[in-house]
């Protein structure tokens, strides 16, 4: 994940499936870069306009990461949303250049996790680029809060992301992990960590149009006491999903600095402040 050398795909990736907002059926075609960074094209849209895999980009945060352009014109939104996944999958396997080609506005939810993202992305290998991007170096703590929930990045010499989450219901509860990039294998320990969502939560979110593409295939959904589709993939695989989304969240620097990222009861919003954040001091420290 560090280091000067930085890569590309070394073949494209094609998948087809919906997006769990909009319900919508999307093709993504993951190409070798032929450009800096990380970043989606609306293939769907006339000019095919792109849209960078960066903070700027950032639009909303509910329940998902949305990035979007205004149109220079009627300030029209192009967005993509629920990139999250796709762009843990990217980040954690090195991928650190690549064009991403979309037919809709929502990345495929697949089946809730990174897994099938981080194996095609394993299957086609990676190739070294010339194109670079600067690394932030992380020198001192940067913590963002909102009420008792916090994520910090810590100088570290190593990188490293612990999780910890505390739900009100019996069989999320407490839940700690702990994930070092290079000491354990991101396709095999955080990747397949699926989405959850609370069934209490269901027609709420539902009736506020969301979650058109969402069923039992592609979340873990959890009733009062027990999960209502076992068997989970690990015991505490709530907040390892934790862990992909945070990976996600921090690809939109470029490369993810060294250091050990440090979350409490968090979601979207404060890692995508944490990432404001990081970006505004290395631009303070130049
Ligand atoms: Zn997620």
């Known amino acids: 994940m560090i280091g000067t050398t930085q890569h590309t795909l070394a073949d494209e990736i094609i998948q087809s499936g919906i997006g769990l907002h909009s319900g919508l059926k999307t093709t993504v075609r993951i190409l070798p870069s032929s450009g800096v960074g990380r970043y989606f094209v609306r293939v769907d849209l006339p000019e095919k306009p792109i849209i960078p895999a960066k903070i700027q980009s950032v639009v909303s945060t509910t329940l998902s990461t949305e990035l979007a352009i205004f149109e220079e014109i009627n300030h029209f939104k192009i967005s993509i949303r629920t990139v999250e996944h796709l762009l843990s999958a990217l980040t954690a396997m090195g991928v650190d250049h690549v064009r991403i080609e979309i037919d809709g506005p929502e990345v495929p939810l697949l089946d809730g996790s990174a897994k099938i993202w981080a194996e095609a992305i394993a299957e086609v290998g990676l190739a070294i680029t010339s194109q670079t991007t600067p690394v932030i170096p992380i020198t001192q703590e940067i913590i963002v809060r909102q009420g008792d929930a916090f994520v910090a990045a810590i100088p570290s010499d190593e990188t490293r992301f612990s999780y910890a989450i505390d739900f009100n219901n ?29 069934e209490e939560q269901i027609k709420h979110l539902q009736q506020a149009g969301l979650i058109k593409g969402g069923s039992l295939d592609n979340a873990l959904v959890c009733g009062d006491d027990r999960w209502l589709n076992p068997p989970l993939r690990f015991s505490n695989e709530p907040v390892r999903h934790k862990i992909l989304d945070l990976v996600g969240d921090l690809s939109l620097l470029g490369i993810i600095p060294q250091a050990h990222y440090l979350a409490y009861k968090a979601g979207h919003h404060l890692h995508t402040q944490l990432v404001q954040r990081i970006q505004e001091a290395a631009l303070a420290a130049l």
Do not use: G, M, N
Request: hydrophobic fraction near 50%; aromatic fraction near 14%; charged fraction near 15%.
């Open 170 to 198: 019996l069989a999320i509860a407490q839940q700690w992990h702990s994930w070092a990039p290079d000491r354990e294998d991101f396709t095999q320990t955080i990747a397949p960590a699926r989405t959850f969502v609370l």
